[in-house]
C-alpha cells in the first residue's frame, strides 16, 4: 500500500491588512474550496475525486524550547496561555496576552510581551497594575473578580475602539463575557447576556465566514464535548451548539494509549492506572480558520484513575487533528492518529499538552 504523506504548515503567520472580509466568491460551495485562492490541503475528501490504497499519515509538529518560561525573581511560579499571538502592523511586532500564575495569588495575572520574530519576546512594561510593590511591570490586567481568557486584533473592524476583542469570565461563572479596547489593555467588558461555557474556550476570527467563533466546552453523554457560538458584530452570539464529541472508538484509544505509556519507560506513567472503565472525553478544541477549510486540534483527555483529591482524574492529554468545511461538521484526520503527545520523560523538564497546538 502506498503512503500519503501530509504535511500541516500550522504556523504563525501575519495577516493581510489588506484582505477584506467583503472577499467572499458567493459562486464557490461551501463545500469546495477555490484552488485559485487557497491550497488543496487534502486533510480531507473534498478535492479527491478517488482514491485507493492509500492513506494518511501525519507528520508530527517539529519540538522546540519553551520562548516565554516564569521570572522566578519575580514570583512567577508558572506561565501558560489560552490566547495565540497576534501581528500589530501599526508597531511592527507580535504581542501577547499570556497568564502568568505567581506565589502571591492563587489568581492569575494576565501579562503582555512583545516580539519581532515570534521567538524572541521582551516583556513589555505596561505600568498600569501595581504588583510586588511596583508598576514597573507587564501586567495588561488584573482583576479580584474578571478574567481575560483570549485577546484577539481586528484589523479589518472600522472602529479603532474596537481594535482589540477578548473574552471573559468572572469568579462565580465561566461563561463568556465579549469585551472590545482600543489597545488591548482598556477594556469596555458588555453587560448582556454571555456565551454560556464551562473552564476552557478558544476565540478566532472566521476571516473566510465573516465571523467571530468561541469554541466553548459542556457536558454530554460523552463527557466533556466541543460545542461552537459565533456572532458577526462581536456583541450578539448565538447559542452554542454540539459540534464534536467522543465515541465509542475512543474509548478504545483510551485503553491503549493509556497502556502503551505505561509499558514504555521512556514515558512518566500517570500517578494512578486503577484499570476502571472511564469516559474519554474532548477536554478542548482550537479551531484554526486556514486556506478555506477549518482545522481543530482536538485534545482528547483518556483518564486512568480517580484523584479524590482533585476531585478529578489523572490521565492523558493527546491532540489529534480534525478538519471541517462550516466548523460545524468535523472530520477526524488519518484515522485519529495523535498529532502531538505526551513526551518521553525528561527530569520534569520536558512534557506536553494542547495549550501550544494553535499558533496563528
Request: hydrophobic content about 35%.
Amino acid at each position: 500500500m502506498a503512503t500519503l504523506h501530509l504535511l500541516y504548515p500550522i504556523l504563525a503567520y501575519r495577516p493581510d491588512p489588506t484582505n477584506s472580509r467583503s472577499r467572499i466568491d458567493d459562486r464557490i460551495s461551501p463545500r469546495m474550496i477555490d484552488p485559485q485562492r487557497h491550497r488543496q490541503l487534502f486533510l480531507d475528501d473534498g478535492a479527491v475525486e478517488s482514491m485507493s490504497g492509500l492513506r494518511r499519515i501525519l507528520h508530527q509538529p517539529i519540538n522546540s524550547t519553551p520562548v516565554i518560561i516564569p521570572d522566578r525573581s519575580r514570583g512567577e511560579r508558572a506561565v501558560q496561555s489560552a490566547s495565540v499571538p497576534q501581528w500589530n502592523p501599526e508597531i511592527d511586532l507580535w504581542e501577547w496576552w499570556y497568564k502568568g500564575f505567581t506565589t502571591y495569588t492563587d489568581e492569575y495575572l494576565t501579562l503582555y510581551a512583545t516580539s519581532a520574530d515570534g521567538v524572541c519576546w521582551e516583556e513589555a512594561e505596561v505600568g498600569l497594575y501595581e504588583w510586588n510593590g511596583t508598576r514597573a511591570n507587564n501586567v495588561a490586567f488584573a482583576s479580584d473578580n474578571t478574567n481575560l481568557c483570549h485577546v484577539i486584533r481586528d484589523d479589518v473592524d472600522p472602529d479603532p475602539q474596537r481594535r482589540y476583542k477578548g473574552l471573559f469570565s468572572d469568579e462565580e461563572h465561566m461563561d463568556r463575557y465579549p469585551g472590545v479596547s482600543a489597545d488591548g489593555f482598556h477594556w469596555d467588558i458588555s453587560e448582556g447576556p454571555p456565551i454560556p461555557s464551562h473552564d476552557t474556550s478558544t476565540l478566532v476570527y472566521d476571516d473566510t465566514g465573516q465571523r467571530y467563533l468561541a469554541i466553548v466546552k459542556h457536558r454530554t453523554e460523552w463527557g466533556r464535548s466541543a460545542f461552537l457560538a459565533t456572532s458577526t458584530d462581536f456583541s450578539h452570539w448565538s447559542d452554542p451548539e454540539l459540534v464534536l464529541h467522543t465515541d465509542e472508538l475512543d474509548q478504545e484509544n483510551r485503553k491503549r494509549r493509556i497502556q502503551a505509556v505505561v509499558d514504555d519507560p521512556a514515558y512518566l506513567s500517570p500517578p494512578v492506572v486503577d484499570g476502571r472503565e472511564y469516559l474519554a472525553q474532548l477536554y478542548m478544541m482550537p479551531v484554526l480558520p486556514y486556506e478555506g477549510l477549518y482545522v481543530g486540534f482536538p485534545l482528547l483527555f483518556n483518564p486512568s484513575g480517580a484523584d479524590g483529591a482533585q476531585n478529578n482524574h489523572t490521565g492523558l492529554n493527546q491532540v489529534e487533528l480534525a478538519v471541517s468545511r462550516d466548523a460545524r461538521v468535523w472530520e477526524r484526520v488519518a484515522d485519529r492518529a495523535i498529532f502531538v503527545g505526551v513526551q518521553p520523560w525528561n527530569g520534569g523538564a520536558n512534557f506536553g499538552t494542547a495549550q501550544g497546538a494553535l499558533c496563528g
